[in-house]
């Protein structure tokens, strides 16, 4: 057993893609797998079937949006032939949700299929909005265009592992949370609940950002537990915090 940090992905997309799905599902397990145990991370795959409930008083994608996907770290967006069902403000649910999580800056990996089509078994309309999409994202964002499932769950591996390597799709840390705290005196106490490593983490942060020394005290406090590897932070930081005490006391 060991503690791991959850990373959720949120599966976007129409009703035509079920098989990518799942292929979704699949590649996030194997790489939990192999890495969950030394990275101490879990991937944990998110979609609207297994994580929304029934609520009244208010439309279902913003309830989706707000509820769901804004406590997501990833978005891995898979269309084929359909866009989706329009909603309140955009041509459909996926495009809804996707909009929202670039907009939240975080990472949004999106892939199209290139399976054969029968012109005649699909709506020409839903799949004109479809290339529509394709075709105004190839200004704004790198896409990747797969021809069958075997495909989506090699290339999806492939692009997980590396922007993993690279650090660029991680959940929200504790450090991210405090971080965001603005009054000193609940940040010094909401520092205490937790590890040294998150004040580690803290620290390169709000190294630079003007705090009270409450919260400087409490980060030493933190890390003065810490590992060895952790103590030239400490030291830092308590010059740092000398620093702030001086410049206080001295009006500037």
């Not at 898979?78 to 909009?99: A, C, H, M, Q, Y």
């Not at 929202?100 to 709506?123: C, E, G, M, Q, W």
């Not at 937790?194 to 390169?204: A, D, G, R």
Request: charged fraction near 30%; proline fraction near 4%.
């Amino acid at each position: 057993m060991y503690d791991a940090k959850v990373c959720k992905v949120f599966i976007a997309s129409p009703s035509d893609v079920v098989e990518e799905r799942k292929v979704v599902k699949d590649v996030l397990a194997r790489w939990n797998a192999i890495n969950a145990d030394e990275r101490k991370m879990v991937l944990l795959p998110v979609g609207y079937e297994s994580h929304a409930a029934p609520e009244t008083g208010v439309p279902a994608q913003e309830y989706i949006n707000e509820e769901i996907l804004a406590d997501c770290d990833i978005l891995i967006g898979i269309f084929w032939t359909r866009i989706g069902s329009p909603t309140l403000n955009d041509i459909s649910g996926t495009v809804s949700e996707i909009k929202n999580h670039v907009a939240d800056k975080k990472a949004t990996l999106l892939y199209f299929s290139k399976r054969p089509i029968d012109p005649t078994s699909i709506d020409q309309k839903q799949y004109k909005a479809v290339k529509d999409l394709k075709k105004a994202y190839q200004k704004k964002a790198f896409y990747y265009e797969f021809v069958n499932a075997n495909d989506l769950y090699e290339k999806l591996f492939d692009h997980i592992s590396i922007m993993m390597k690279r650090g660029k799709l991680r959940p929200t840390w504790d450090s991210d949370i405090l971080a965001k705290i603005e009054d000193d005196r609940e940040l010094a106490q909401k520092i205490m609940d937790y590890t040294p490593l998150v004040s580690f983490n803290l620290l390169k942060i709000i190294a630079e950002e003007d705090r009270s020394n409450e919260v400087w005290d409490a980060i030493v406090d933190k890390l003065s537990k810490s590992p060895a590897e952790l103590r030239d932070a400490l030291t830092y930081l308590a010059k740092k915090a000398h620093l702030n005490t001086t410049s206080t006391s001295r009006g500037v």
